[in-house]
T-cell receptor, first 114, second 114 residues
């Protein structure tokens, strides 16, 4: 069965530092991949998505992600974190084109120190 | 504005008292889905619907019902809520138009069952 793993439950960084959030998926073919952000008390906002083509995708708020087929990974990065980036981040995958089911990882909570 | 509207945003109820969470989308999407979000578990699919009068179980359907009598609405029904259904619920609809493929989420419903 398809699955998504976010190995880091909680990450703390200083404002201005770089950030990388890890995501690994389990699926035989190339899935549709997504990153969402959830600020405290808020809903889900799409940061970026990957379907095919260029393996480095740019998203909103200065985020980017790189698809690496050989590692089954889709890690999220930002060169310089802002205090407003403190939130929970979810990686998600659609791995079955028959059901269009969106499968989420368990999330990574990002804390930003000034 | 394209959106998914859920109501209510917050709900506190007592064990066993039937409740309905409404969900409506204005994008003419065929596919809709309900998720629940719990700490450490990410979002898990409860039910989904691929079109009017077509619904199916997701990963955690026990204790829930849904209906899809018209394309825009997909209510979630808890016939006899229990405390273990205390959670944050999200409704979503799926757009499948090529590069626009992706889910639109509602703002969420925070349910507390006492």
């Amino acid at each position: 069965a398809q699955s998504v793993t976010q190995p880091d439950i909680h990450i703390t960084v200083s404002e201005g530092a770089s950030l990388e959030l890890r995501c690994n998926y389990s699926y035989g073919a190339t899935p549709y991949l997504f990153w969402y952000v959830q600020s405290p008390g808020q809903g889900l906002q799409l940061l970026l998505k990957y379907f095919s083509g260029d393996t480095l995708v740019q998203g909103i708020k200065g985020f980017e992600a790189e698809f690496k087929r050989s590692q089954s990974s889709f890690n999220l990065r930002k060169p310089s974190v802002h205090w407003s980036d403190a939130a929970e981040y979810f990686c998600a995958v659609v791995g079955s084109y028959n059901t269009d089911k969106l499968i989420f990882g368990t999330g990574t909570r990002l804390q930003v120190f000034p | 504005e394209a959106q998914v509207t859920q109501n209510p945003r917050y709900l506190i109820t007592v064990t066993g008292k039937k409740l309905t969470v409404t969900c409506s989308q204005n994008m003419n999407h065929e596919y809709m889905s309900w998720y629940r979000q719990d700490p450490g578990l990410g979002l898990r699919q409860i039910y989904y619907s691929m079109n009017v009068e077509v619904t199916d179980k997701g990963d955690v359907p026990e204790g829930y019902k849904v209906s899809r009598k018209e394309k825009r609405n997909f209510p979630l029904i808890l016939e006899s809520p229990s405390p273990n259904q205390t959670s944050l619920y999200f409704c979503a609809s799926l757009g499948t138009g090529g590069s626009d493929y992706g889910y639109t989420f509602g703002s969420g419903t925070r349910l507390t069952v006492v």
